[in-house]
């Protein structure tokens, strides 16, 4: 039975029917402090017993385990079914499925997180895409693993820190652009200091990948603070969970 004090957003996508969501917010959880409430991040200095309480709660929104991953914000893509198998987490940032009841699922807090699926709903994937991710190619890695035509995907992102919270510094774009020297857009300069926007690039980087239906977005992890954990508004910061889906 499922936690009905938990506030889980819903993903608003055309996605097919068997095709099922969500993300969780910081609410509904047992959590204290920066960890308050919802946090589902083990090795974050958080009490272990609220962490699994947590997780448990979680559990009961999902038809089966959440499968996760140890994420070290690079490219690497993991097959959900074999995170049956593993005794420990596989170190990945993105994970895909083509069976029904196995939910992919990707831990954030500022980084944001990108759910797929394909039109005709015979798979799921979700990947954790930051900054060094979306430079390093997880969403290109993500796609690349599904085997479906890039224009028969579409993807949903998810909360993640907005553009008027991100101040870089000028070696931060220098990078991102030396990495992706085709990216137009990204970085905007508000009150003399460099912005940059993960949602933007996240959708320039899908478009040039060939996915056209791309919604959500319009959040901001680090403004939020009632609904959501930000890293970089509290480094004492618990995690949020968004997860994908196919329907048994």
């Not at 499922?2 to 996605?15: C, M």
């Not at 993991?78 to 083509?98: I, N, Y």
């Not at 949602?199 to 603070?225: K, M, N, P, Q, Y």
């Amino acid at each position: 039975m499922s936690d009905t004090s938990l506030e889980p957003i819903v993903p608003d996508w055309p996605a097919p029917s068997n095709v099922r969501a969500l993300a969780t917010t910081r609410a509904g959880g047992v959590s204290r402090e920066g960890w308050a409430s919802l946090n589902l991040a083990r090795g974050g200095g958080d009490d272990p017993e609220h962490v699994a309480e947590n997780r448990r709660r979680f559990r009961g929104l999902l038809p089966g385990e959440p499968g996760w991953m140890w994420q070290v914000h690079g490219d690497q893509v993991a097959r959900r079914e074999a995170l049956e198998t593993e005794g420990a987490p596989v170190k990945a940032d993105a994970v895909w499925c083509r069976t029904p009841g196995l939910p992919c699922t990707v831990m954030t807090a500022d980084c944001l997180p990108v759910l797929f699926c394909d039109r005709a709903g015979t798979q799921v994937a979700a990947a954790h895409a930051g900054w060094r991710g979306l430079a390093g190619g997880v969403i290109e890695a993500t796609i690349e693993a599904m085997p479906a035509p890039p224009a028969g995907l579409m993807a949903w992102i998810g909360p993640g820190i907005g553009v008027n919270a991100y101040e870089v510094g000028p070696d931060f774009e220098s990078e991102f652009r030396r990495r992706l020297p085709w990216l137009e857009t990204g970085f905007v300069t508000i009150g003399g200091n460099v912005h940059a926007d993960l949602e933007a690039i996240a959708r320039a980087i899908l478009a040039r990948a060939g996915v056209e239906s791309v919604h959500g977005g319009g959040f901001c992890t680090h403004t939020d603070a009632d609904r959501f954990f930000s890293y970089r508004r509290n480094p004492i910061s618990g995690r949020m969970a968004t997860t994908v889906w196919l329907s048994r």
